[in-house]
């Protein structure tokens, strides 16, 4: 089944202990993207990748990293975690940059205390 | 910057009942649109794509139509049922040419829809 995947679903943690959500696609899509949705402000871009090794910031990159050395996996870091990065965070994927479908992975729930 | 607005924020009718949802974009530059379906909790399900060529997409008794002129992107939903109730997100996808291309995907806040049994 062609999917997007997220791991894991829901994480609670403290603020500063890093930790990394996996997203992984088996479309062969060259293109992936993090996203994070709060209440009142919608969706909004982390950071992309239209390929393997080429990464690029979004609307809110800030305290957030990312890296691509395969095509399927596209890891969100939050090196040091803060309450404002409690959110809904999303990770998805299409054929290209432009003009194809995006494909939605599941979701995680991060709690920062 | 594109902007992406949707109108009304919440929607309730009766099952059965034909509705339109809107939504609309400041920036008529755009590559495609794309309607998307958020159920409570869960993710993101792609209902239609419609490139900046085309003026419709139908599927089912979804039928999504697109006026670049204008701004604006409207999604029918004939004969609703019980099932559809959800958040309807619309997506402009804009590429802005400074310095390289910056792909981006501009969603409005969706519109909450209940529909009745």
């Known amino acids: 089944e062609a999917q997007v995947t997220q791991n894991p679903r829901y994480l609670i943690t403290v603020t500063g202990k890093k930790l990394t959500v996996t997203c992984s696609q088996n479309?062969?899509?060259?293109?992936m993207s993090w996203y994070r949705q709060d209440p009142g402000l919608g969706l909004r871009q982390i950071y992309y990748?239209?390929?393997?090794?080429?990464?690029d910031k979004g609307d809110v990159p800030e305290g957030y990293k990312v890296s691509r050395k395969e095509k399927r996996n596209f890891p969100l870091i939050l090196e040091s975690p803060s309450p404002n990065q409690t959110s809904l965070y999303f990770c998805?994927?299409?054929?290209?940059?432009?003009?194809?479908?995006?494909?939605f992975g599941p979701g995680t729930r991060l709690t920062v205390t | 910057k594109q902007e992406v607005t949707q109108i009304p924020a919440a929607l309730s009718v009766p099952e059965g009942e034909n509705l339109v949802l809107n939504c609309s974009f400041t920036d008529s530059a755009i590559y495609n649109l794309q309607w998307f379906r958020q159920d409570p909790g869960k993710g993101l399900t792609s209902l239609l794509l419609i490139q900046s060529s085309q003026r419709e997409q139908t599927s089912g008794r979804l039928n999504a139509s697109l006026d670049k002129s204008s701004g604006r992107s409207t999604l029918y939903i004939a004969a609703s049922q019980p099932g559809d109730s959800a958040t309807y997100l619309c997506a402009a996808h804009t590429v802005y040419l400074s310095g390289g291309s910056n792909y981006k995907l501009t969603f409005g806040k969706g519109t909450l829809l209940t529909v009745n049994p």
């Open positions: 998805a994927s299409s054929l290209r940059q432009t003009d194809y479908e995006q494909y």
């Open positions: 990748s239209m390929n393997v090794e080429v990464t």
């Open positions: 479309m062969n899509h060259e293109y």
